[in-house]
């Protein structure tokens, strides 16, 4: 379906290239997986099967792309968008119409689908991605899993042969993340539809896929089967990484297998000599006999006639990591919003320091909150890394190079000259956090903020965290990213239609439940064990 035959991709104004001599088959009727670092090239190599790379972002492609046998060099996206479907990092940027429904139906449009078939299509997709009672809904309203899921549902609308997708789960909890990725192995099994997706959370879709593609530093490529490949890889997902710990051959993919390899180990762990798993993951215990240093009485938030935050009591103690959980569409974004003081209020109020930031400057709200929303690029308007760093540190009254520092900390390898817009999704948030820190604000908030980040990067965002909550600041982040919570959290909310409906540790709450249990906790199910820093360190203290 799909051949890359020496394919090399620099970018304009780059000096090296962003994918070098890669050749590689991809079957039809797999699905095949797209993994590497932040900024290592995987949306590069999706513009490059679906013909954006370099008709549309401009560059030199060296090599040859097929598609179905078409050859991208001579046939532009638009000659070959009857063969495929692509869904982007950021759903809002590609949508052009207004309303949920008009959405789907625009690309069987252009296709010249006729209207019976459009009308069936747009039914049979609203039901596969669990969408339809969103049909009428403004696209701008949405929450961002919900808007992913209808770009993914309009993409399938036009019946591609090849369907591609950039982090199409990033953004989705993990039970609407499971459901699309069963309804996209569904069409792969029994339409013999072929998916390429690249994807962070390879914990999420590794079980799945039939192909593995790895993009290494330097833009070099290894493809295979799965095992092979991810043999090769360095960080891997939580299953894989504690499979090598066990000493597990051959190493399980999903949790089920890995279930069956795990009585032997569960025994180890249970000894009395092992040693239990720390209360909490975070830097700093939060003095709960101390005043909040954010407290929320009543807080509600309405769109119109939909109410999207209930009458909302919620406190925050300095020193704390508190992750926001639930469905999407379940009010975390816009609570994040309205405790951030710029988001719609309708009723309720928000202290921090005696002081609501809705009723203060923005300079002065920045140092008593910071927020760094779903969608970074919001947040950014220079024409550099630089300039950006430059502004936060003038803004926010601090030393220059402290917002400069700060991103180095993040992501070390990011240059200055580049053009913001020109970062991956995931160094683009890790700028924005940059600039928000650069103000030292007393309550940090973070809105998905794993969306595009591989495992180093998120390894060193925990720390970063955890080093804030030790200097006495709050942390509050919503994600639906559970193996990020299992190591960032000592504190779950979890909301629904709106309204808390528990709060308590994390170890107590990320067990409690199938959906939000990490992988460590699935597998280990009778022990309090969610990462595999906690079963190393049980080994490492006494088991047998």
Not at 21 to 43: R, Y
Not at 115 to 135: N, P, S
Not at 443 to 451: A, C, M
Not at 495 to 516: C, H, K, N, W, Y
Request: aromatic share 2%.
């Amino acid at each position: 379906m799909i051949r890359l035959e020496h394919v090399t991709v620099t970018h304009a104004g780059a000096t090296v290239p962003a994918l070098a001599d890669v050749s590689l088959d991809i079957d039809e009727g797999v699905l095949c997986v797209v993994a590497g670092a932040t900024g290592s090239g995987k949306s590069t190599l999706l513009g490059a099967m679906t013909g954006l790379v370099p008709h549309f972002t401009g560059g030199r492609l060296d090599g040859r792309v097929l598609i179905d046998g078409r050859d991208t060099r001579t046939h532009p996206p638009r000659d070959i968008a009857d063969l495929v479907g692509r869904v982007g990092q950021d759903p809002l940027a590609g949508f052009v119409a207004e309303r949920v429904e008009d959405e789907i139906a625009y690309g069987m449009e252009q296709l010249a689908v006729p209207a019976a078939t459009m009308r069936t299509r747009v039914e049979q997709v609203l039901d596969l991605l669990g969408i339809a009672e969103l049909r009428d809904r403004p696209l701008r309203t949405l929450s961002g899993g919900q808007q992913q899921r209808v770009a993914i549902a309009a993409a399938l609308a036009t019946g591609p042969r090849l369907l591609v997708l950039d982090e199409p789960t990033s953004a989705l909890d993990p039970t609407a993340a499971e459901e699309v990725l069963a309804a996209i192995t569904r069409l792969v099994d029994d339409l013999g539809l072929t998916v390429v997706l690249a994807e962070h959370r390879l914990e999420r879709v590794i079980g799945f896929a039939d192909q593995l593609i790895h993009i290494a530093p330097g833009g070099r490529v290894v493809s295979g089967e799965p095992r092979d490949v991810l043999a090769t890889m360095g960080r891997v997902p939580p299953i894989i990484e504690l499979g090598r710990l066990a000493g597990w051959t051959p190493q399980p993919l999903t949790v089920r297998d890995a279930r069956r390899r795990a009585p032997e180990l569960r025994k180890r762990l249970s000894q009395p000599s092992a040693a239990p798993a720390a209360p909490s993951p975070s830097a700093a215990a939060p003095a709960r006999d101390e005043p909040p240093l954010l407290t929320a009485r009543g807080v509600s938030v309405t769109y119109r006639e939909l109410i999207a935050v209930r009458a909302v009591d919620f406190d925050v103690q300095a020193g704390s990591v508190t992750v926001l959980m639930g469905r999407n569409g379940s009010g975390k974004s816009s609570l994040l919003w309205a405790l951030q003081g710029s988001g719609p209020r309708r009723a309720g109020t928000v202290s921090m320091a005696g002081q609501d930031p809705a009723r203060l400057d923005a300079a002065a709200a920045r140092r008593l909150v910071g927020l760094v929303p779903q969608s970074p690029s919001d947040l950014l308007y220079r024409e550099t890394v630089s300039a950006e760093c430059h502004q936060a540190d003038h803004e926010s009254g601090a030393p220059a190079g402290t917002c400069r520092s700060l991103l180095g900390r993040l992501l070390p390898h990011v240059d200055d000259d580049r053009h913001p817009r020109d970062l991956s999704e995931g160094e683009r948030l890790a700028l924005v956090l940059a600039i928000q820190l650069a103000a030292s604000p007393r309550v940090v908030l973070l809105d998905e903020p794993t969306r595009g980040l591989d495992y180093d990067a998120k390894t060193r965002l925990v720390t970063a965290l955890h080093a804030l909550a030790a200097d006495g600041r709050a942390v509050v982040l919503a994600t639906h990213d559970v193996e990020f919570a299992a190591a960032v959290a000592d504190r779950v909310v979890v909301m629904s239609q709106g309204e808390i409906v528990a709060d308590g540790p994390a170890r107590e709450l990320l067990t409690a439940s199938p959906a939000f249990a990490p992988q460590v906790a699935r597998i280990l199910s009778a022990g309090p064990w969610l990462t595999v820093a906690d079963v190393a360190a049980a080994m490492k203290d006494g088991a047998p």
